[in-house]
């Protein structure tokens, strides 16, 4: 059974707009949540985090959402960049539950000129 | 500073061989983890070291995976007897591990194995 859920598995979106990736978690005990972005060939490269006590954490273009009543988390990129064409995937961790990160299956957002 | 290494970046081997491969964490990370990660799918956990020790290794698939890391450093996961479904990316990670606070794992490039 999937904890954490990407369930778009692609966006297309225009140069200079926003994109809004989301993520749904099952498990109540998940406390920490990573955005990666990863290129092909490379391992994931860390983005933005949240702890559970937030609701919103922001990093220049980079914003993460959390609203933890509907197990629901999004990452807003706002202007979008061609160089943010990449897989995204966002990890969930629960602190008493070992230090081990659950993956959603990644979104894969393409960025057009 | 340097991130973390990994090699080789790619093994090809035949079913029924042994594997190794080796991961080198950031310099003063004491947490590594190991994860898997299969075509058109997410990183799933392996086995996570805190120092020299193996803290949660729940997530080796069965008895033929084995990771060592004898001197809280550099860590050496093994495969015995490779099957075709082994084929995958594995990916090593390492952080600070620090208690109470948000601990954020850094990935290395991942070694692609294809098991024939």
């Known amino acids: 059974d999937q904890q954490v859920k990407q369930n778009s598995p692609s966006l297309s979106v225009q140069e200079g707009r926003i994109s809004i990736l989301n993520c749904d978690y099952t498990?109540?005990?998940?406390?920490?949540f990573l955005w990666y972005k990863k290129y092909p060939a490379e391992g994931p490269t860390f983005l933005i985090s949240i702890s559970s006590i937030k609701d919103k954490n922001e990093d220049g273009r980079f914003t993460v959402f959390l609203n933890k009543s509907a197990k629901h988390l999004s990452l807003h990129i706002v202007p979008s960049q061609p160089g943010d064409s990449a897989v995204y995937f966002c990890a969930a961790r629960a602190s008493n539950a070992g230090n081990m990160l659950t993956f959603g299956g990644g979104t894969r957002l393409m960025v057009k000129p | 500073g340097a991130g973390v290494s990994q090699t080789p970046s790619n093994k090809v081997t035949e079913k029924g061989k042994y594997v190794e491969l080796r991961c080198d964490p950031i310099s003063g990370h004491t947490a590594l983890y190991w994860y898997r990660q299969s075509l058109g799918q997410g990183p799933e956990f392996l086995i996570y070291f805190q120092g020299t020790g193996a803290a949660d290794d729940s997530g080796l698939p069965n008895d033929r995976f084995f990771a060592v890391r004898p001197e809280g450093s550099v860590s050496t996961l093994k495969i015995q007897r490779t099957e075709r479904g082994d084929s995958a990316v594995y990916l090593c990670a390492s952080s600070l591990r620090r208690e109470g606070a948000g601990d954020t794992q850094y990935f290395g490039p991942g070694t692609r194995l294809t098991v024939l």
């Open positions: 498990n109540s005990m998940f406390d920490y």
